[in-house]
Nanobody, 124 residues
Framework: QVQLVESGGGLVQPGGSLRLSCEAS????????MGWYRQAPGKERELVAG??????????NYSDSVKGRFTISRDGTKNAVVLQMNSLKPEDTAVYYC???????????????WGQGTQVTVSS
């Protein structure tokens, strides 16, 4: 079994910053990707930022709406990612979900796992 522990959401004024953390634990053999998605009321879930692991190292990617404002990084000592969110805007308001793509064992299937979500509200 796998657990994803998310933290760091809250209420912030426009222009402010928040830091989201997500740590995975449990039956994890290998991680392909960790990232953050968000879902605002009445909208579909969308990618915010993610890190994909490959032979040449970890590569981040971002949605166009957050490029230059958000930074995702991975804790190399454990299966964890941090999303640093700066210059927050009201349109960043959403529930943010951590996502993990992993294998439970060598040459096992790749699994897609979601956290329960953390609310981010940007408002004056």
């Amino acid at each position: 079994q796998v657990q994803l522990v998310e933290s760091g959401g809250g209420l912030v004024q426009p222009g402010g910053s928040l830091r989201l953390s997500c740590e995975a634990s449990g039956r994890i053999f290998s991680v392909s990707r960790m990232g953050w998605y968000r879902q605002a009321p009445g909208k579909e879930r969308e990618l915010v930022a993610g890190i994909t692991n490959g032979p040449s190292g970890s590569k981040p990617n971002y949605s166009d709406s957050v490029k230059g404002r958000f930074t995702i990084s991975r804790d190399g000592t454990k299966n964890a990612v941090v999303l640093q969110m700066n210059s927050l805007k009201p349109e960043d308001t959403a529930v943010y979900y951590c996502n993990l793509v992993f294998q439970e064992r060598f040459r096992g299937d790749w699994n897609d796992y979601w956290g329960q979500g953390t609310q981010v509200t940007v408002s004056s």
